[in-house]
């Protein structure tokens, strides 16, 4: 059999089960202008992509294959092949609305070989007696955690794979796609890093939300791009001291996953309630440009700027803040994290949104409101991660940080008072939100 190998969150040669199926293969990657286009030319992402691309593309070449490399939409690229000469095309992926229609319109060109192998559970395998989708995480937990127990996860291995003889070549440059080179943050070798989050493991339920210890796995660029198999971290972690609380997040990663499939509308529109929050413009640009005058918010949002990356803690507060405390749509921030995270993961990031909110299926009513300042304080007491961000505060003592009254009233140079007070803002939000259920 001849198989087109289309590679896309699966960049690895290792445990993939693209290179365990037998016969003749030409293996493609493509760069999607129905997605890149919507970028800016500066996206570090697009770099980053790029960079293990071709990090992909000398693995394969080390195993006999190579990597052809195209940009432009699926559908195009697939009508300049000759899909006569093929018999199917395989490929994995996530769930979210463009994924699905993206692959529905490739299969009416060539047989569609979808292997699910981005998430521990396929989309409809974790599911109620009448055949529904569970609703809360813990039920979906409870009944995937026997069944995942139940079944041997062993590695893809590698077959001896015949290279398909093509004539086409290219000389694909992030230039020639039109986008700037970026600095980005090279990734640790993923067996350092397991090795190292290993020793961290036990005291990761209890330390992963304080911002100044190096507590996380700090995988989920891997994950997302699939440097690494999710079957390779969890055979990692799941017996190890720790590992339970670990291997939940991994779960619950699966959970937003299997959401946004079983209900796709999430995907813009609340799960409950019909406020969307108030549009201004205003308050969007200071909560963007890091001067809210909300250290923990603004901190959060440097990091975010200055490495695509934010401490998942700091996520659940700025998304609070954002939505609750300046009222303002889920779906900028939303769009917002898209823009920048290098990790971004449309389910994950959705339902993470709407989750604080208070517009998702979590049974967590509306009124779910994060204090930032009680949030700092407790995991960044001795505002260590604040003042790394904001070099402005390195001279503020860290009591005053987490201060409300001190932060309305003091002059700090080069630094704004908060634009909102915490608690008038809470109860406002929380008369909207109960007022537009």
Known sequence: MRRIL??????????????SLEGEVFPIFIFDRNILDKLEKNDRRVSM????????????????????IFYGKPQEIFNSLNLSEFDEVVASGDYDSYAKERDLEISLLIHFHYIYDTYLFKPKEVLKGDGSPYLVFTAFYNKGIPLLKGREISVYKN???????????????????????????ILQDINEKIEQFKKLLPEYK??????????????????????????????????????????????????????????????????????????????????????????????????LLQ????????????????????LLPWQWGEKFFAQHLLDYDAASNILSWQWSAGTGIDPQPYFRVFNPYLQSKKFDKEAVYIKKYLPVLEQIDA???????????????NYPKPMVEHKVAAKIAIDYFKNGA
């Open 159 to 185: 077959t001896s794979q015949i290279l398909y003889n093509s004539d086409y070549t290219n000389e694909l440059t992030l230039e020639s796609m039109g986008f700037e080179t970026q600095i980005f943050e």
């Open 399 to 413: 009591k005053y940080i987490h201060n409300e009254e001190y932060l309305l009233e003091a002059k700090i140079p």
């Open 49 to 68: 992509i790029f960079h293990y691309v071709l990090k992909l593309k000398e693995k394969l070449k080390e195993l006999g294959l190579d990597l052809k």
């Open 6 to 19: 289309w590679f896309r969150l699966d960049l690895r040669v290792e445990d993939n089960p693209l290179l």
């Open 307 to 326: 490495t695509g990356k934010m401490h998942n803690r700091v996520r659940m507060v700025v998304a609070s803040f954002f939505t609750k405390d300046l």
């Open 206 to 303: 209890i330390n992963r939300d304080f911002l100044s210890i190096p507590a996380t796995s700090d995988l989920s660029v891997a994950l997302r791009f699939g440097l690494v198999s999710v079957r390779e971290i969890y055979r990692k972690f799941v017996d190890l001291e720790g590992g339970e609380a670990f291997i939940r997040q991994l779960i619950f990663r699966d959970f937003y996953a299997y959401l946004l499939f079983h209900f796709p509308h999430l995907q813009t529109h609340n799960y409950k309630g019909k406020f969307n929050g108030i549009e201004d413009k205003e308050k969007f640009e200071r909560f963007c440009s890091a001067s809210t005058g909300f250290p923990i918010v603004d901190a959060g949002v440097r990091e």
